[in-house]
């Protein structure tokens, strides 16, 4: 809530204290039980290597194991590759060696398999690479969708089923 809760020195205190300051009530930090069994491996990196425009690498020989039940979160100073690691691996962005497999499927990125395997991104800046920022909602939506039914039909778009889903997900 924006204020001061306690101030410390940091010899005086420790994580479970700091934790309680913060949160505000006592806060587990140790599990009692060991983890459930890992899922099995959903999305998976091997020897991913990138150079930029300018000959610069900015990945090199990436791997990567994510499971079923995980959440991974890559860190690290603005500029350091997070950006063009997550676009390589949902196929934003081609790498220069090395494979990306999702559910032990070589993935190339079509429109197709991305709906087939149920890949999705949040990019982190949506405005950039995720959607138009001068067209509606029901028209970001309507590029996404465009070749399915009942949205597609004979080529054709149909607006009021777009516009009913964009409506729908506003509310």
């Known amino acids: 809530q924006g204020q001061m809760v306690a101030e410390r020195a940091t010899a005086d205190t420790n994580p479970e204290e700091l934790a309680e300051l913060m949160v505000g009530r006592k806060v587990r930090l140790q599990l009692d039980k060991a983890p459930p069994h890992p899922g099995e491996v959903r999305l998976k990196a091997e020897h991913l290597g990138l150079v930029d425009r300018r000959g610069v690498r900015l990945l090199d020989d990436i ?18 590759g997070q950006r063009q690691l997550m676009e390589a691996l949902v196929g934003q962005r081609a790498v220069d060696s090395g494979e990306v497999f999702v559910a032990g499927e070589r993935f190339h990125a079509t429109r ?15 405005l950039r690479n995720a959607c138009v920022g001068e067209l509606s909602v029901g028209h970001n939506m309507g590029l996404r969708v465009f070749d399915t039914q009942p949205v597609a039909r004979g080529g054709w778009l149909n607006w009021r089923v777009v516009r009913e889903r964009a409506r729908a997900l506003i509310a």
Do not use: D
């Not at 791997?63 to 350091?80: D, F, H, T």
């Not at 197709?112 to 949506?126: C, G, H, T």
């Open 63 to 80: 791997n990567l194991e994510l499971r079923a039940g995980e959440i991974v979160g890559v860190a690290g100073v603005s500029g350091n």
């Open 112 to 126: 197709a398999q991305n709906r087939r395997l149920k890949v999705r991104s949040l990019p982190e800046e949506p």
